[in-house]
């Protein structure tokens, strides 16, 4: 294919973009522009970005063209850290809580929700707690408690449009534990209800496994490993990991690979 003919096609693509199925255009794109010498593809995506624009498709080209369209308009990543010592205390309280808004057709951060927690059971940070989360008393002590935290993320939902009907959300963590075990489990010891967004979520642990093939017996730091990713931030802090997550989500996603849910019906 010539270089002429290629933009010609890439051209006919994008100036009929309103006509032609959304999920699609962006393969028909891919295609196309696998013919294409990068230096065209270069030249020209300026050109295309702003016909995609005129009709709706704020993505880049390359964004259009590098990963196929995802499941979810958002993934909301969150990690927790929880209360904790050797051997373990009984319960465990949650005393950081990260969510991270991910776009999912660019796996690009929106937006940052990030909340830390005043246990009640146990008030004090143990020394291994502090140690391993790197959360110190202070970052906890005049924090609001559970509940609250809780009314909060459903204002911060609600203010990011997730809580309307026609936007497919779901959370992801790196394993279970987080909704499966440490939200419902304090939830019903304190006596609160789960709101239903909790009960679905992405465990990328098994993602990850779907996508290459085995399975991250160190979570984070195996993924980025297998993917040769520099670790960001320091591990087990809760809004660290989330941007761990993050992006090994969107590197997973550049690799083509489309996220489904993992957890089972409550």
Not at 88 to 106: S, Y
Not at 134 to 145: A, F, K, L, R
Not at 170 to 190: E, N, S
Request: aromatic content about 10%.
């Amino acid at each position: 294919v010539s270089d002429a003919s290629g933009c010609s096609m890439i051209a006919l693509l994008h100036t009929g973009a309103a006509k032609f199925p959304q999920n699609l255009l962006p393969r028909a794109t891919q295609a196309v522009c696998s013919l294409l010498p990068a230096g065209v593809l270069k030249g020209y995506s300026s050109i295309v970005s702003r016909k995609l624009a005129s009709h709706g498709f704020g993505a880049s080209m390359a964004a259009m063209s590098s990963f196929p369209p995802q499941r979810y308009h958002y993934f909301l990543v969150l990690d927790f850290e929880a209360t904790c010592d050797k051997p373990q205390i009984h319960p465990q309280e949650i005393i950081e809580f990260p969510i991270l808004k991910l776009n999912g057709r660019t796996m690009e951060i929106e937006s940052t929700f990030h909340m830390y927690v005043q246990p009640v059971v146990h008030p004090q940070l143990t020394p291994f707690c502090t140690e391993l989360t790197g959360i110190i008393q202070g970052m906890v002590d005049g924090q609001p408690s559970l509940q609250q935290v809780l009314e909060r993320v459903d204002e911060w939902m609600a203010k990011e449009g997730l809580l309307d009907p026609s936007v497919k959300s779901i959370f992801v963590t790196c394993g279970d534990w987080d909704l499966k075990v440490m939200l419902p489990g304090q939830c019903q010891y304190l006596g609160l209800p789960v709101a239903d967004y909790f009960k679905q979520w992405i465990n990328l642990k098994k993602a990850y496994s779907f996508a290459m093939g085995s399975w991250p017996k160190n979570g984070l730091l195996d993924m980025n490993k297998g993917l040769n990713l520099q670790h960001i931030g320091r591990p087990h802090s809760g809004i660290d990991d989330c941007k761990n997550i993050a992006n090994i989500m969107k590197t997973l996603a550049h690799r083509g690979f489309i996220f489904k849910q993992t957890s089972k019906p409550f």
